[in-house]
């Protein structure tokens, strides 16, 4: 059974610019969520959606957006990228998203320069 | 909202010796899972264990959900077991994994 898939891997990326992550969840499960990992503020959540729709989602500025595709991949979207968005994202599969164990990609790490 | 703290925060040890490692978290949750972070980043899974008592390998937890705290148990440290070890949880109707700061653990061969 294939893992949780997230693309790319890394990205270079320069202040101003937008960026697209892409996450492919664990064939079957229909909730993905985001996290945003760094080393002062830990991991972060994003954002969560189940069935292409956004159950729940962090404090993160209007620049970070996310969508959920029929077949479940999710892409997360940030828009004029700052130095501070410079981290590891994260991206979780799990089959409802509540009482089920989360499983994740191999994360996005973003610099942005 | 809901607290998770992990102690010790750093743990360095010999190859062959054994660690608990605490996770307390300040209200009810219906998830938690313990992660193991690799030096790439990746987050490996290592238990997902709301409540009981797991075992895989040299590695068990216990949860005890009525006094909100869990332990991770690592016997025979191998130098391969360094990295972060993170506890998450999650409260019922939510759908994000509440972090703790993790334990960055150090085994020297």
């Known amino acids: 059974k294939a893992g949780v898939t997230q693309t790319p891997r890394y990205l270079i990326k320069t202040r101003g610019q937008q960026v697209t992550l892409s996450c492919s969840p664990i064939?079957?499960?229909?909730?993905v969520s985001w996290y945003q990992q760094t080393p002062g503020q830990g991991l972060q959540f994003l954002f969560e959606?189940?069935?292409?729709?956004?159950?729940n989602k962090g404090n993160f500025p209007g620049r970070f957006s996310g969508r959920q595709f029929s077949n479940s991949r999710s892409e997360m979207n940030v828009s004029t990228l700052e130095l501070g968005d410079s981290a590891l994202y994260l991206c979780?599969?799990?089959?409802?998203?509540?009482?089920?164990?989360?499983?994740f990609g191999q994360g996005t790490r973003l610099t942005v320069v | 909202g809901i607290q998770v703290e992990q102690s010790p925060p750093d743990l360095i040890l010999q190859e062959g010796a054994n660690s608990t490692l605490r996770c307390n978290f300040s209200?009810?949750?219906?998830?938690l899972q313990w992660f193991h972070q690799n030096p790439w980043g990746q987050l490996i899974n290592l238990f997902y264990i709301p409540s009981g008592t797991k075992q895989n390998g040299r590695l068990s937890a216990t949860t005890v959900a009525t006094e909100r705290y869990s332990l991770l148990y690592i016997s025979s440290s191998q130098t391969t077991d360094s990295g972060v070890y993170f506890c998450a949880v999650r409260m019922d109707s939510n759908y994000q994994l509440i972090w703790g700061a993790g334990t960055k653990l150090i085994i020297k061969p």
């Open positions: 959606y189940f069935s292409e729709t956004q159950r």
């Open positions: 979780a599969s799990s089959f409802t998203g509540v009482v089920t164990e989360a499983f």
């Open positions: 064939s079957g499960h229909r909730s």
């Open positions: 209200d009810s949750v219906n998830n």
